[in-house]
């Protein structure tokens, strides 16, 4: 296998995408490296090495990137709807620093390999599935204004750091991704974790930001590590491969589905359109995924999203069994 007993740095390792890359290099047999800064590391292993780091220090990104031959670089501010509305440059500053600051030290490290995120929030807005090269075809939808050029600034940047060096630079433009470890903080969870911790704990009314007919393409957080790998083995030539379910869904469908999971399913459902979304419609073309990885995706929405709530629900329960004992 590609990856056993290599050395990979997962920085955001201890974060929703993070822990699905660590879990999953486990079985494949490497030797991991987490960066940790604020959030303790959820998976416990003695083959994963947790480094006190803050990837904002130029310093503690050298220290990081030693001795390793790959990064995977999953570290990076979350952009929901409420937090892009409350604070825009959150998002842009923190992800602009991690990612320069850590393609910086893996430069001068002379790392073999290197994970870099696009987004799909790059792409202007289209009514078909979104093909790769259409990215530079036009403007960011004004949603996706500030993230989305910032978005695709990281891939310039990747560009430039493929063209100066031999790193081999994997660039994967994923879609929504959901699953178990997501963040579940009213604050700043993406749609579905925030759903589904409103569903679980059976608010009624249950109300929903937008429309209900924003058409999305949600991918299970599993998939999404799968074909990323693929990509570091097989594409890491700094073109960028969509990684996505290939199908689409609406929210108001994600709503149904994920408050029968809960069995809420009675709960009076109430769109409010006032509050802030983003793009109408986003579909992406995944044919260059399959043609060049041999990628397809394995996880049905239904399946995905019926397992993530009972992780979820799971997880709440312990919480209250802790809390009780604790009285």
């Known amino acids: 296998m590609f990856f056993a007993g290599k050395h990979v740095l997962v920085t955001g390792g201890s974060g929703f995408v993070g822990t699905h890359f660590v879990q999953e290099l486990l079985k494949c047999g490497a030797r991991i490296r987490v960066p940790i800064h604020q959030r303790p590391m959820v998976i416990l292993d003695e083959r994963i090495e947790l480094l006190p780091a803050d990837l904002t220090r130029v310093e503690d990104c050298r220290r990081a990137c030693k001795d390793v031959e790959i990064v995977i670089h999953a570290a990076g501010a979350v952009a929901a709807a409420g937090v892009t509305a409350a604070n825009p440059m959150a998002a842009m500053t923190s992800n602009l620093v991690l990612t320069v600051q850590t393609l910086q030290a893996a430069w001068d490290a002379g790392i073999?390999?290197?994970?870099?995120?696009?987004?799909?929030?790059?792409?202007p807005a289209t009514q078909h599935p979104v093909k790769e090269e259409e990215m530079w075809s036009g403007?960011?939808?004004?949603?996706?204004?500030?993230?989305?050029?910032?978005?695709?600034?990281?891939?310039?940047?990747?560009e430039f750091v493929a063209s100066k060096t031999k790193m081999g630079i994997a660039l994967v433009r994923p879609t929504a991704v959901y699953g178990r470890y997501d963040n579940f903080d009213p604050v700043t969870s993406h749609v579905i974790p925030a759903l589904i911790r409103r569903a679980v704990a059976k608010e009624n009314p249950f109300e929903v930001w937008g429309t209900g007919d924003e058409v999305r393409d949600f991918l299970h957080i599993s998939d999404l590590v799968r074909g990323c790998l693929l990509a570091l083995e097989k594409h890491a030539v700094c073109d960028p491969v969509n990684i996505g379910y290939g199908k689409t869904i609406t929210i108001r469908d994600v709503v149904k589905a994920i408050l029968k999971a809960a069995s809420h399913d009675r709960a009076e459902v109430i769109f409010n359109s006032s509050k802030p979304t983003a793009i109408p419609v986003r579909m992406v073309d995944t044919s260059k995924a399959k043609r060049i990885l041999g990628f397809e995706p394995s996880v049905s929405l239904e399946q995905g999203l019926l397992d993530t709530v009972r992780w979820y629900q799971e997880l709440v329960a312990q919480s209250t069994r802790v809390a009780q004992k604790g009285r």
């Open 112 to 123: 073999q390999r290197f994970l870099v995120f696009g987004s799909s929030t790059g792409y």
């Open 139 to 158: 403007p960011t939808h004004p949603s996706y204004f500030g993230y989305g050029w910032m978005r695709r600034y990281l891939e310039r940047i990747s």
